[in-house]
Nanobody
Framework: QVQLVESGGGLVQAGGSLRLSCAAS????????MGWFRQAPGKEREFVAA????????NYADSVEGRFTVFRDNAKNTVSLQMNSLKPEDTAVYYC???????????????????WGQGTQVTVSS
């Protein structure tokens, strides 16, 4: 059974940092491209960042480019999102997602992903 479990969310002041982690089980982790998405109240879920199977390719939404960094540890079956210079508009529930793929690619569309975590709340106060 595939499970993705996010952790690391919380309340932080604007300008601060948080690191989210996603632990995967029930998968051969290095055959999955991973993504981070977020959903703010009243808004649709949106792409944040993605990382290829090996970690050699990353992709970011324009809104987080230069502030967020996605990385993975295939030996530990984890993917993380380092979030710096947080803004109130980053407030959302953050989800990790996994897509089985043969390719060294990243995916920005949520419809491409096979599995999702339950989400972790990030709140940035002004």
């Amino acid at each position: 059974q595939v499970q993705l479990v996010e952790s690391g969310g919380g309340l932080v002041q604007a300008g601060g940092s948080l690191r989210l982690s996603c632990a995967a089980s029930g998968v051969t982790f290095n055959t999955y491209s991973m993504g981070w998405f977020r959903q703010a109240p009243g808004k649709e879920r949106e792409f944040v960042a993605a990382i290829s199977r090996s970690g050699g390719t990353t992709n970011y939404a324009d809104s987080v480019e230069g502030r967020f960094t996605v990385f993975r540890d295939n030996a530990k079956n984890t993917v993380s999102l380092q979030m710096n210079s947080l803004k109130p508009e980053d407030t959302a529930v953050y989800y990790c997602a996994a897509k089985r793929t043969y390719w060294s690619a990243t995916y920005t569309s949520m419809n491409m992903y096979d599995y999702w975590g339950q989400g972790t709340q990030v709140t940035v106060s002004s």
